[in-house]
């Protein structure tokens, strides 16, 4: 006798459709899924380490991070333009321009991330007076050289994301993977060597970093221009952008990478208000983020594929394949949450003992990770993976537009009323945080019931 297993029914149902079905979903999901474990883990152990050198090393960092996530999401915005495109014209069928949309998005990324590195290295000591003068001299020094040292690898980390996105878009998640897997293991094995046995602290952190992300940029060329027989790349059109390929991927990245600039640019500014709460409250934030991201690896990587899945359907005009695989991912996405939280909560303690935190922060720091790990599971799905896809979709503008007022509205002005207003401190900021998830979430669950969001045409 045969034994089915539960959750055919649901793969047949949800996760197959005229577009894929779910053994090419797994397919693009699998290698994702492996790449957030491994980038999230590998910086799990990045923190600890840079934890061992102190309170005011982790704080300079996590301070600096912040800055990092606002600056690299606008060329990673443009990355995903590139994604979407590449996506839709693979559902077409279209070869000839899955490799011109390849090319363009790499050249566009790449450019994009050298002007501002170096726009910002010329302006790094005026900008982090602004943004975290408040914090001791200690940290304020280590900062400084971390963020300079970041600025330098933004051409590294922009090719690897720019290849990496469109490697996505066309399906093979396995090449994005080996990219993510040489940087990050490289990166930790380096930081092993400066900072554990060499204890250069900071410093070796960064050399660390832009050797990583250099050699995995190395890499990323070397394949599009001479492993890939597919595009059949040249060097001329990885630096030369067609302007009817620069609009269309801008289309999609530039809502974008405005969304991020104003979302992240949200985050930095609870992060002053962090840095106003003291030395304690930033390396409790610092662990807290590190730790979430743990929570969210499944889901993480659920948000990454569905750009691929919803924008080969919209590629094919199939409006009800991409409708079924967004509500799907959504439900997955909170399942795995749910399970997450269920394995880990009981190990917070022994995870945080991995970053050595203060006697002073550790009960805060408990309840942060315990309140963010129940809110997630409802919230955190209907705010990040239905923009996802939606943004597939060539909703881009709307979803930008959302999530941009949503962030300034609510988790700015929440985070500043509940965490210096009321006195409930780090707490308080990510309560507001959570807040504004839901507030988001209703949005787009709003959205996605009409018919506005797959009326756009990205490709001729």
Known sequence: ??????GRGFLANYLTGESMDHRQIAALFVPILIDQAFIIILNLFNTAMISSSGVAAISAVSMVDSLNMFLINVFVAVATGGTVIVAQYKGSGNEAMVAKASAGSVATVSLLALGLGLLLTAAHNPM???????ASEEVFANAKL??????ASYLGIGIVQAVSGAMRGIGKTRVSLALSLIMNLTYVLLNVLFITVLDM?????????????????LCALYYVLRLDATMRLRLRELVIVPWSMLRKIMSIGLPFAAEQMFFNGGKMLTQVFIVSLGTGAIAANAIGNTLAMVYQIPAGALSLTIVTVVGQCMGR????DARKFIRAFVVLSSVSLLLMA??????TYPLMDLFQPPVEIRRELFWLIVINAIAQVPLWSISFILPAGLRAAGDARFTSITSMLSMWLFRVVLGYVFGITLGFGIIGVWAAMNCEWGVRGAIFLWRIRGKKWYAHRLIG
């Open 317 to 320: 005009q199939d409006v009800a």
């Open 146 to 151: 971390y963020f300079i040292g970041s600025c």
């Open 342 to 347: 269920l394995i880990l909560l009981p190990l």
């Open 1 to 6: 006798m045969r034994i089915k297993w539960p």
């Open 201 to 217: 602290g900071v410093l070796g952190l960064t050399v660390a970093m832009n050797i990583a992300r250099y050699a995995a940029a």
């Open 128 to 134: 982090l007076k602004l943004l975290f003068g408040a």
